[in-house]
């Protein structure tokens, strides 16, 4: 069992709607939890980055952290077709190597 | 600022060749991280350099995988007798000694072993 497990989608949705990305994980060890956003053929950009549980709003994006339940979340609002992209969770017991999940692929339709 | 940068983007070689990619971090960033990422794959760690030594190497696939970091700044990743199953996206990230989790990822170097 990998230690973050995502569904690799590919997730389809029209411009504008709600877009919930989810990731579980299996370490307690896990403290700080990221979301990276990675074009075709482009390094992955951080996204949202969150110490413990609790959820972190920016601007049409929001990360949740459940460590009850070993539940990571990334919300997008009014997706944009700009928005189609490779979506990376990623967790870190703080020994700083990232465990990254497989990776949601979004394709936002116009 | 210039961020993370890695040579070459892209290279192609035979099986047995060896092959270095290289990675230049964010000027003042102490530590520097490899991973690799295969077809449809998340990244997977390979090294972990904090200035120029490497604590964490639990990621070396094999004795075939090294890598150095110098002056605290470049480092090279080396693949010696390259196998088919080398071929993969090789990403470099890099981050501010003593400020948590937040890595920075370079383009990557995309190698293809023929």
């Known amino acids: ?110 | 600022g210039a961020g993370v940068s890695q040579s070459p983007s892209n290279k192609v070689t035979e099986k047995g060749k060896d092959v270095e990619l290289r990675c230049d971090p964010i000027s003042g960033h102490t530590a520097l991280y490899w991973y690799r990422q295969s077809l449809g794959q998340g990244l997977e760690f390979l090294i972990y350099f904090q200035g120029n030594s490497a604590p964490d190497k639990s990621g070396l696939p094999s004795d075939r995988f090294s890598a150095e970091r110098t002056g605290g700044s470049v480092s090279t990743l080396t693949i010696q007798r390259t196998q088919q199953e080398d071929s993969a996206v090789y990403l470099c990230a890099s981050t501010p000694g003593g400020s948590g989790s937040e890595q920075f990822f370079g383009p990557g170097t995309r190698l293809t072993v023929l």
Request: some cysteine.
């Open chain 1, 1 to 110: 069992q990998k230690e973050v497990e995502q569904d690799p989608g590919p997730l389809s949705v029209p411009e504008g709607a709600i877009v919930s990305l989810n990731c579980t994980y299996s370490n307690s060890a896990f403290q700080y939890f990221m979301w990276y956003r990675q074009y075709s053929r482009k390094g992955p950009e951080l996204l949202m980055y969150t110490y413990s549980s609790g959820n972190k709003e920016d601007g049409r994006f929001t990360a949740q952290v459940d460590k009850s339940s070993k539940y990571i979340s990334l919300f997008i609002r009014d997706s944009q077709p700009s928005d189609s992209a490779t979506y990376l969770c990623a967790a870190d017991t703080g020994r700083r190597a990232l465990t990254f999940g497989s990776g949601t692929r979004l394709q936002v339709q116009p």
